[in-house]
């Protein structure tokens, strides 16, 4: 045992207090050399609410930790520091401090992905967005080339997310945000927390000028916590959106306007539900998906000169595809962009399969019934 970690252990059991059986235990496991379970100690009392204020963590790191950090785990020991770094009063100094650790674990790469995930987040803290955006940009490509989800995914998907919440880009945080909850348990966030993530995912979903695809978002179990509260609107609208019910919304009007994001884009939304309208009649209409210019107006709500430019924006989006005859007024569709369907929807997908499987019959016995005439 060096002569600094001596005295610094010895000076702590002195003072007694709260800690006093962590001091002893510390003190066992150092001379011993269990450095594994001396690591998962140090790991849960750097994380005691009695230590988040003052600077004993960093005293801590400086007498103690620093002694044989050499030895433990190097995502391990980021997951200490990073606990410790929240106590520093500058935040200056706690970015130095995280580089100065990120140089000692180089040779771990997804130590150094949390080392950088860390001072994105200080940046983001202190409205560095300039620097924010330059670690998000740096890292993304990193976190697309891993095969396999670590323990660090979260950490970049919750760090993103907030900087694009920030930064008011809808379809970027709505795909983080996404993300970063299939990395967690959803059991460990507090119902508060969840209700106004869950909030917040759903009017990206809206306001994001990409997301036309509201069956991932309504199947996802972190709406439970906005069901039967004030804002079970938000999942009602979602719901119109899905199946492109311009009804609905219309009726739900007087709620979703108290909310001023929508308030401000109701022009954006009417266009966007009037879209997703006209996807759901293609993907129910089967067959050869041929709709008139009235069906369309009359569901859509729209006057009948301007469903064609409807459907020219809807295929300029790549939503649909197909052909707009201008003569008989129809739009001949042949493919509508794949979602994640309701189970109406996988209703009307099971209609027509069930008709697909008749009609296969069908032809079945037909060339049953007539092959005798063509063979002979």
Not at 122 to 130: D, P
Not at 318 to 345: A, F, Y
Request: hydrophobic share 40%; proline share 2%.
């Amino acid at each position: 045992m060096s002569s600094l970690v001596e005295k610094y252990l010895s000076e702590q059991k002195s003072v007694g207090g709260p800690f006093a059986n962590e001091w002893l235990e510390f003190e066992s496991l150092y001379q011993s050399r269990l450095w594994h379970e001396l690591t998962l100690r140090v790991t849960s009392f750097v994380h005691r609410d009695e230590l988040k204020q003052g600077d004993q963590l960093k005293t801590f790191y400086e007498n103690f930790l620093s002694d044989f950090e050499h030895r433990i785990n190097q995502l391990a020991l980021v997951e200490i520091i990073i606990p410790i770094t929240r106590t520093f009063k500058q935040v200056d100094q706690a970015i130095e401090f995280i580089q100065q650790i990120r140089e000692k674990v180089k040779n771990n790469s997804i130590a150094v992905l949390l080392c950088d995930i860390t001072i994105g987040k200080a940046y983001l803290v202190t409205k560095n967005l300039i620097e924010t955006k330059k670690i998000i940009e740096n890292l993304t490509p990193k976190f697309d080339e891993l095969d396999h989800l670590t323990t660090v995914h979260s950490r970049f998907y919750d760090l993103a997310s907030n900087y694009y919440r920030v930064m008011g880009n809808h379809n970027e945080y709505y795909q983080n945000a996404l993300k970063y909850l299939g990395c967690i348990d959803l059991s460990i966030i507090p119902l508060k927390e969840k209700a106004e993530r869950a909030f917040n995912l759903g009017l990206a979903a809206l306001l994001a000028e990409s997301v036309y695809n509201f069956g991932e978002i309504l199947q996802h179990p972190v709406l439970d916590a906005l069901k039967n509260t004030r804002e079970q609107w938000l999942i009602d609208l979602l719901q119109a959106f899905n199946i492109g019910d311009v009804e609905k919304f219309d009726a739900l009007k007087s709620l979703w306007q108290s909310q001023p994001d929508l308030r401000m884009a109701e022009i954006v939304l009417k266009k966007k539900i009037t879209l997703l309208c006209l996807m759901d009649m293609i993907f129910a209409a089967g067959g050869s998906r041929s709709l008139s210019f009235n069906d369309v107006a009359t569901r859509t709500k729209l006057p009948i000169e301007q469903v064609e430019l409807l459907a020219m924006k809807a295929l300029s989006l790549d939503l649909i595809r197909g052909s707009i005859d201008q003569i008989d007024q129809k739009l001949n569709m042949h493919w509508v962009k794949p979602r994640v369907l309701d189970l109406r929807q996988v209703a009307t997908l099971k209609t027509r399969l069930d008709q697909w499987t008749n009609d296969v019959k069908q032809m079945s016995s037909l060339v049953e019934q007539q092959a005798g005439d063509i063979l002979s």
